[in-house]
């Protein structure tokens, strides 16, 4: 079983920037997808982005052009980055990896954004 832990999380100004990282305790190269979710206080789990095998992205409308994922095999750890940051980007971000049949989860790593 793999486990997944977030880092990078913290307080930051508005339009300000964070680098958040997922590191797996096993190799996930073999992931079908690594993704990050993002869950605001009083509401539901949202995707934040995602990345396939062979690199391919996707993001959600909300961070389109701010925020990068990445990934690197090699150190098995996937990445975050994210610009511009606003007030809505408030929340626990959590780190999601799906390798047949099973899906993995981290504990999440809390970003605030405020002045």
């Known amino acids: 079983q793999v486990q997944l832990v977030e880092s990078g999380g913290g307080l930051v100004q508005p339009g300000g920037s964070l680098r958040l990282s997922c590191a797996a305790s096993?190799?996930?190269?073999?992931?079908?997808?690594m993704a990050w979710y993002r869950q605001a206080p009083g509401k539901q789990r949202e995707f934040v982005a995602e990345i396939t095998k062979g690199g391919s992205t996707n993001y959600a409308d909300s961070v389109k052009g701010r925020f990068t994922i990445s990934r690197d095999n090699a150190k098995n750890t996937v990445y975050l980055q994210m610009n511009s940051l606003n007030p809505e980007d408030t929340a626990v971000y959590y780190c999601?990896?799906?390798?047949?049949?099973?899906?993995?989860w981290g504990q999440g790593t809390q970003v605030t954004v405020s002045s």
């Open positions: 999601k990896g799906f390798s047949v049949p099973y899906i993995y």
């Open positions: 096993g190799s996930i190269a073999s992931f079908a997808v």
